[in-house]
């Protein structure tokens, strides 16, 4: 069932966590195919926190070309590199560790160095790199995504920097370094990963308009929203 309101945001409910996982899984594989069908490579931003972390692993066993895939990640939390809270310690463990792409094409953004200087050696990592084909995202019940928070900068203009420095965030631990919104939109496909009652007003806050983060993202194809259909209100759910 999907529903597209006025900004480009497709709505599309699934009846559970394992249709989540598995309608994100072909999302991945087929956006794979395409962009390295059409342009010899992949590349994907990942969302951090604990919904995609059953999608990670059911991507250690895909058939795919994995040379051909370029990883970077949508936030990072600045703690010590192999700290388990750490989205790129949470997806090498579920899933990177166990598939051959080159090191040097896991993005992992330098989180341990502190916010600001991570931030710039992001910023440096993503110079030149041109349209992400599919970026993953997360919604937090305040309605956050990445690590954009409300009443923060969200990096929307678009000579904005593609990496922001965070430094209070109110999901612990408070410094961090997102992509901007503008980074995150020039993408040629955005999946929205969102599960749990937990979210509800997020999404209802969302559906009516309400200035959050999660509506910063605007790329030119709009967005895709996977949620529970008990997410959705009973009127077109
Ligand atoms: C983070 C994430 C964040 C996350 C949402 C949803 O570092 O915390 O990037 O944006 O995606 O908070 O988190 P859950 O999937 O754990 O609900």
């Known amino acids: ?13 699934v009846a559970d966590a394992q249709e989540l996982r598995q309608t994100t899984y072909r999302c991945i594989l087929n956006a794979a195919t395409r962009a390295i069908d059409q342009r010899g490579r992949f590349l994907i931003v990942l969302a951090g926190g604990s ?11 895909a058939a795919t070309d994995w040379s051909r895939w370029q990883v970077y990640f949508g936030d990072e939390r600045c703690l010590p590199a192999d700290d388990d ?16 792409i080159p090191q040097n094409q896991v993005h992992v953004i330098p989180a341990e160095l502190g916010a600001s200087a991570a931030a710039l050696a992001c910023g440096e ?3 030149g790199v041109g349209e992400f084909d599919l970026v993953l995202l997360g919604l937090g019940e305040d309605g956050h995504t990445a690590s954009l928070f409300p ?10 920097p593609d990496a922001l420095a965070v430094f209070d965030a109110p999901k612990p631990p408070s410094q961090r370094v997102s992509l901007s919104a ?12 969102v599960e749990g009652e937990s979210k509800r007003n997020a999404v209802a806050q969302w559906r009516m308009g309400a200035d959050i983060p999660a509506r910063a993202i605007h790329p030119e194809a709009g967005v ?10 009973t009127e077109i759910s």
């Open 151 to 160: 009443g923060r900068g969200w990096g929307v203009a678009p000579g904005a």
């Open 51 to 61: 919904t995609p972390r059953g999608i990670y692993q059911m991507l250690r066993d």
């Open 182 to 193: 503008a980074r995150l939109s020039r993408a040629r496909a955005v999946l929205f990963l």
């Open 1 to 13: 069932m999907d529903l597209t309101d006025s900004c480009s945001t497709r709505w599309i409910g």
């Open 125 to 127: 990592a993503l110079r």
């Open 224 to 233: 895709d929203v996977l949620l529970g259909a008990t997410l959705l209100p």
């Open 85 to 100: 809270e750490r989205n790129s310690v949470i997806a090498s463990r579920a899933w990177l560790n166990h598939v051959p």
